[in-house]
């Protein structure tokens, strides 16, 4: 009883941290699904991460109970599975036909088919401390696999050199998180609940760093890209009154034909006749030639 005994004080001090700042990480998709419902709609968000979250609390509390002396993993990881539940429930209801039938396949490979297959294999092949051991290790390899995820996101705002994809707060709350669990499992000399932690300390250290490093040039993109659009809005403009202010539109790439096009259209306007004499000329110079040739 480690975790809530009065006479590791710290011990449950830091679960008590832990518990809080998970809590607040649960609910970081909170404005998204808000965004959901008012649109009645998913718009192209994926379902993946809120079933991966389902599965990872899923398979913290069954460690729990198999220790049988990790309350404060129980507690969070109950509160988790309700709201990841609540999240993919709202998914389900406002995605179209194609990711629903994504989401459930995913449900049933991976919280029915491989959840289920874990509880057999430590139900039936491990037996007493070895099956903690076991189903530790597993806990273990899939925490470092979710750790590793945002590397990609990582990639992405290396490669854009926008942090947009990657909010401070979130990497900020998933540190400090990570630093809890770590000295939670430290304290309590549970391996299993410290190990995954220190890469999730290292990898939210990183993300910290990389915002930190790449914020400054968000907003200069942000600039160039509203420079960008109010030169595309003058130029639209321009063009429905038939000014001959073009020259925005090479400025921002497009191909440089309108000058082109306006010096042909010079030129033929040159050999058009425009006005009663040029009509006259032409017709007297039409007699002269008519009477060469009877001549």
């Not at 607040?24 to 965004?35: C, D, E, I, K, Q």
């Given at each position: 009883?480690?975790?809530?005994?009065?006479?590791?004080?710290?011990?449950?001090?830091?679960?008590?941290?832990?518990?809080?700042?998970?809590?607040?990480?649960?609910?970081?998709?909170?404005?998204?699904?808000?965004?959901?419902?008012k649109?009645?709609?998913?718009?192209?968000?994926?379902?993946?991460?809120?079933?991966?979250?389902?599965?990872?609390?899923?398979?913290?509390?069954?460690?729990?109970?198999?220790?049988?002396?990790?309350?404060?993993l129980?507690?969070?990881?109950?509160?988790?599975?309700?709201?990841?539940?609540?999240?993919?429930?709202?998914?389900?209801?406002?995605?179209?036909?194609?990711?629903?039938?994504?989401?459930?396949?995913?449900?049933?490979?991976?919280?029915?088919?491989?959840?289920g297959?874990?509880?057999?294999?430590?139900?039936?092949?491990?037996?007493?401390?070895?099956r903690?051991?076991?189903?530790?290790?597993?806990?273990?390899?899939?925490?470092?696999?979710?750790?590793?995820?945002?590397?990609?996101?990582?990639?992405?705002?290396?490669?854009?050199?926008?942090?947009?994809?990657?909010?401070?707060?979130?990497?900020?709350?998933?540190?400090?998180?990570?630093?809890?669990?770590?000295?939670?499992?430290?304290?309590?000399?549970?391996?299993?609940?410290?190990?995954?932690?220190i890469?999730?300390?290292?990898?939210?250290?990183?993300?910290?760093?990389?915002?930190?490093?790449?914020?400054?040039?968000?907003?200069?993109?942000y600039?160039?890209?509203?420079?960008?659009?109010?030169?595309?809005?003058?130029?639209?403009?321009?063009?429905?009154?038939?000014?001959?202010?073009?020259?925005?539109?090479?400025?921002?790439?497009?191909?440089?034909?309108?000058?082109?096009?306006?010096?042909?259209?010079?030129?033929?306007?040159?050999?058009?006749?425009?006005?009663?004499g040029?009509?006259?000329?032409?017709?007297?110079?039409?007699?002269?030639?008519?009477?060469?040739?009877?001549?």
């Open positions: 009883m480690a975790g809530l005994s009065l006479d590791h004080p710290w011990a449950f001090t830091f679960g008590i941290l832990g518990n809080i700042i998970s809590f607040m990480v649960y609910l970081a998709p909170l404005p998204t699904f808000y965004r959901v419902y649109k009645k709609s998913t718009e192209g968000f994926q379902s993946v991460p809120y079933v991966v979250a389902l599965f990872s609390a899923m398979l913290w509390i069954y460690y729990a109970f198999i220790k049988a002396d990790a309350y404060l129980v507690t969070i990881n109950s509160i988790g599975c309700v709201i990841e539940t609540m999240y993919i429930v709202m998914y389900l209801s406002y995605a179209p036909k194609k990711a629903r039938i994504f989401t459930a396949q995913v449900l049933l490979l991976l919280n029915v088919g491989l959840f297959l874990i509880v057999l294999v430590t139900l039936m092949v491990a037996k007493g401390p070895e903690v051991h076991v189903l530790g290790w597993v806990c273990v390899s899939f925490s470092i696999s979710v750790f590793v995820a945002p590397l990609s996101i990582i990639r992405l705002v290396i490669r854009t050199k926008s942090v947009e994809f990657m909010p401070f707060w979130l990497s900020f709350f998933l540190t400090m998180s990570a630093i809890a669990w770590f000295s939670y499992g430290l304290l309590t000399k549970d391996i299993y609940v410290a190990l995954p932690n890469l999730g300390f290292i990898f939210g250290v990183v993300q910290m760093g990389i915002y930190i490093a790449y914020k400054g040039t968000e907003k200069v993109a600039d160039h890209q509203k420079v960008a659009e109010h030169i595309i809005t003058i130029t639209k403009v321009g063009t429905s009154e038939r000014t001959s202010e073009v020259h925005p539109i090479d400025v921002i790439g497009s191909p440089a034909v309108h000058g082109e096009e306006n010096a042909d259209k010079e030129g033929q306007e040159r050999h058009e006749p425009t006005n009663d040029d009509m006259e000329n032409m017709e007297g110079q039409k007699e002269i030639e008519m009477n060469q040739l009877e001549v």
